[in-house]
């Protein structure tokens, strides 16, 4: 086989469009930014939520897999690892949010904290130094959690040491734990906080659905590019994707039975803290995004996915899988936007371009980790077994 018709080399080929397309990407926004500043890092907040909830779904995804084990694992294992190699990029693209904060968040505003009882009474967790401490954490535990999540997977590798199994396992169940608090709390300050009259005491795991519906479809649409490999042809079935299609329907029925049960519950208690936030987004033009969401980001992947026809199908599948992270995109936006605009989607040049920027130089990163070792970690011990009986 020429190895320029393989998959992999198409993986390879986004490495350099990505990062001139996104480096690009960013310089345009930037030199937007010049003439209105405090949109370009509101574009900017938006593109990195999204895009920091890939690696942080795949984290949490992996750490599930190394626990349970399972054949549906291991073609995802490389991907996987690719995405959480990424934290440290994206640890340098927090950066440019401290340098605005007042743009973004009413309690960074002294003016407005003066004359608000309710942000002076948040002030001791709502305040910059504070925000900017509890932000360096977050990603100094991931970088930790993930830095020993791929060194001893990578011992594995190399060494085939089935001793290496209960260490990482020992690892994943303190890790998810740690996992659920970071996106918590993250959450609450990146984007709850941008409303900080309003609360929502299962936001966190709102985000932690979202980010693994994300995850898992960014991975079934990469594993089904990924499948005519020779390494990943005789794991890449029907069958397989029946579970990927599974966990999407699970994620998917997640997602819709939190967000909705948000709802109910400030609806229900009808509260003048409380209302305003859905308000906002029920009407005008945001009532029209609600409804897209509705429909193309669970009745209609819902029904789809109820059907095996749909499941076993890699083209069909990988389609599907693809809208769904369009969906998540627009899901950060319907949660984040409104902060701001109050009337309806006004979908600025420097959203895209932001958008685009801060992901172009996350594929790149992800692609360049990707090649860069075999798709299977074939010295696996539960590999092995899973190879033997196949």
């Known amino acids: 086989m020429n190895t320029a018709e393989t998959p992999l080399r198409g993986i390879e080929r986004l490495e350099k469009p990505g990062l001139i397309g996104g480096l690009v990407a960013l310089v345009l926004g930037a030199l937007l930014g010049f003439r209105d500043p405090t949109q370009f890092f509101r574009s900017y907040l938006l593109a990195f939520v999204f895009w920091v909830g890939l690696p942080l779904g795949c984290t949490a995804i992996l750490m599930l897999h190394y626990l349970i084990g399972g054949t549906w694992g291991f073609p995802l294992r490389r991907p996987l690892e690719s995405a959480t190699k990424t934290f440290s990029l994206m640890a340098v693209l927090v950066l440019p949010i401290f ?4 743009a973004l968040y009413s309690w960074a505003d002294p003016l407005k904290v003066q004359t608000d009882p309710l942000l002076q009474y948040k002030h ?11 932000t360096a ?10 830095h020993l999540l791929n060194k001893w997977g990578r011992q594995q590798d190399e060494t085939g040491d089935a001793g290496l199994t209960p260490r990482i396992q020992s690892l994943c169940g303190p890790g998810l ?45 990469t594993v089904i590019f990924l499948s005519k490999d020779k390494s990943l042809s005789g794991l ?10 599974n966990l999407l329907l699970t994620f998917t029925m997640l997602w ?8 109910l519950i400030i609806w229900g208690g009808n509260l003048r803290e409380e209302i305003p936030w859905y308000m906002t987004r029920a009407r005008g033009g945001w009532a029209a995004v609600a409804m897209v969401l509705i429909v193309f980001h669970f009745a209609v992947p819902f029904l789809l996915l109820l059907t095996r026809f749909v499941k076993r199908r890699a083209e069909i599948l990988g389609r599907l899988a693809a809208v769904l992270i369009l969906m998540s995109l627009v899901d950060i ?5 409104p902060a701001y605009e109050h009337s309806g989607p006004e979908f600025h040049l420097t959203d895209w371009l ?37």
């Open 99 to 102: 340098f605005r904060l007042s």
């Open 124 to 134: 001791p967790y709502l305040n910059v130094p504070f925000f900017i401490t509890r």
């Open 137 to 146: 954490i977050y990603f100094a535990a991931m970088l930790l959690l993930t």
């Open 177 to 221: 734990l740690v996992y659920g608090l970071i996106v918590t709390f993250a959450s609450i300050d990146w984007v709850m906080s941008l409303e900080p009259h309003w609360v929502s005491t299962i936001y966190g795991m709102i985000f932690m659905v979202s980010q693994a519906l994300a995850a898992m479809s960014m991975l079934t649409v």
């Open 236 to 245: 890449v079935t029907p069958h397989l994707l029946n579970d990927y299609g």
């Open 256 to 263: 819709a039975y939190l967000s909705f049960s948000q709802f």
């Open 333 to 337: 936006y319907w949660l984040t936007v």
């Open 354 to 390: 932001a958008i685009l920027g801060i992901g172009g130089l996350w594929v790149w990163r992800f692609a360049s980790e990707l090649k860069a070792r075999p798709l299977l970690p074939l010295n696996d011990p539960r590999l092995k077994e899973i190879l033997q009986h196949a």
